[in-house]
Nanobody, 115 residues
Framework: VQLVESGGGLVQPGGSLRLSCAASGFTFSRYTMTWYRQAPGKERELVATITRVGGSTYYADSVKGRFTISNDNARNTVYLQMNSLKPEDTAVYYC?????????WGQGTQVTVSS
């Protein structure tokens, strides 16, 4: 089982990034996929979720209107499009897959928003 995040990097305030999380080793379409992030000295927080049934989405208030989560079942990949980035979005972003009591995590990708 693998979740491999990519797409992080350094971006100026107001810029955009698209994170990808490529999944393998499990039935991707059965899992609810979530992006979390963790900033230095802070707890990990949920950023966005897309459910396995119906593809409903949920966003943290801090990113609502700026971030968009989507998935591609044919590619076993979940994306996080991040627009209008702010310095407070700086964190390590993690991909999570959850189905019943099963949880998988990626290794994380660093996003730094700075001028």
């Amino acid at each position: 089982v693998q979740l491999v995040e990519s797409g992080g990097g350094l971006v100026q305030p107001g810029g955009s990034l698209r994170l990808s999380c490529a999944a393998s080793g499990f039935t991707f379409s059965r899992y609810t996929m979530t992006w979390y992030r963790q900033a230095p000295g802070k707890e990990r927080e949920l950023v966005a979720t897309i459910t396995r049934v119906g593809g409903s989405t949920y966003y943290a208030d801090s990113v609502k209107g700026r971030f968009t989560i989507s998935n591609d079942n044919a590619r076993n990949t979940v994306y996080l499009q991040m627009n209008s980035l702010k310095p407070e979005d700086t964190a390590v972003y993690y991909c999570n897959a959850r189905y019943l009591k099963t949880d998988y995590w990626g290794q994380g990708t660093q996003v730094t928003v700075s001028s």
